[in-house]
């Protein structure tokens, strides 16, 4: 599943080809992916400006001048891909079409956005874009991890009294939108916190000091263009690159790498996921 900085690379790729651009035709090629599309979508989006390209948590955000929203998740194995090349950055010609191009946005600066997506866990909505917040898949959400209303205190706060694991309430969506499983690995790593320490019993200090840890995790595997794990393609259909950076995510049996440390990258199963960690330096 894609995590946070998948979707932000694939929504920066796709900001100078959709943001202030009109989508002169939208293809509708299934009635449904992981659930039906909304009705009408293809009328909905025809001949609609999109004024802002946002992300929530792991969802883009394609903020419409009809005042609706259209929100699209890339589930398993869904990618989106620009071809066309209005501003001299993208693949120039249109590829053939793929079986498995569910929907298409034809913009009117000569982009073709298309959505791909083989095992079909994507989905597509819209909603009004006054209440967007309040729909049932971003109401639910915490604050983003790189922005301000993520920090010491409201992570202190959440973790008080809380008996599951730290690595099972980084990975809870109402502390913490978009936080995913390769990350939290990394991020732990980082602060040197076992993922089997109970979130209640770790000091302020620690819990403090995770906040900067996780934003610069997240910041570092932006700039690298996401982690390229399997499906996940950028919107430019490069693979990103930040896997090989990895100090511990799929690194089992290997040499921790903090300096100093002679002990070995393990892997243990939580809540049905995989988290690798140094148990001898991370407690």
């Not at 909505?125 to 049932?136: F, N, R, V, W």
Request: hydrophobic share 35%; charged share 25%.
């Amino acid at each position: 599943m894609p995590e946070l900085p998948e979707v932000e690379t694939v929504r920066r790729g796709l900001s100078p080809a959709m943001e202030g651009a009109v989508i002169e035709k939208a293809a509708i090629n299934r009635p449904d992916l992981r659930w039906p599309f909304p009705e009408r979508m293809a009328e909905r989006l025809t001949g609609r400006r999109v004024t802002a390209l946002r992300r929530r948590s792991k969802y883009i955000l394609a903020d419409l001048d009809s005042g609706e929203t259209l929100l699209v998740h890339l589930g398993m194995s869904g990618r989106m891909t620009v071809s066309g090349d209005p501003l001299g950055q993208f693949v120039h010609d249109h590829p053939q079409a793929q079986k498995h191009d569910h929907v298409v946005f034809d913009m009117d600066n000569g982009a073709r956005i298309t959505f791909n997506d083989p095992r079909r866990f994507g989905a597509m909505d819209l909603l009004e874009t006054a209440t967007a917040d309040q729909h049932k898949l971003l109401a639910v959400l915490g604050p983003e991890p790189l922005g301000n209303s993520f920090h010491e205190e409201h992570l202190i706060a959440a973790f008080k009294g809380r008996n599951t694991p730290v690595k099972s309430a980084l990975l809870d969506q109402g502390i913490i939108a978009g936080l995913g499983n390769i990350y939290v690995c990394e991020a732990l790593f980082r602060a040197g916190i076992s993922p089997k320490r109970k979130a209640g019993q770790i000091a302020a200090q620690r819990v403090s000091a995770l906040v900067p840890i996780i934003k610069d995790v997240l910041t570092d595997a932006i700039k690298a263009g996401g982690s390229s794990l399997k499906d996940f393609r950028q919107a430019d259909g490069e693979l990103g690159y930040f896997q090989h950076s990895f100090d511990v995510y799929g690194r089992e049996g290997e040499p921790c790498r903090r300096a100093g440390c002679d002990g070995t990258i393990g892997r243990i199963t939580q809540s049905g996921r995989s988290s690798f960690y140094c148990g001898k330096c991370q407690r």
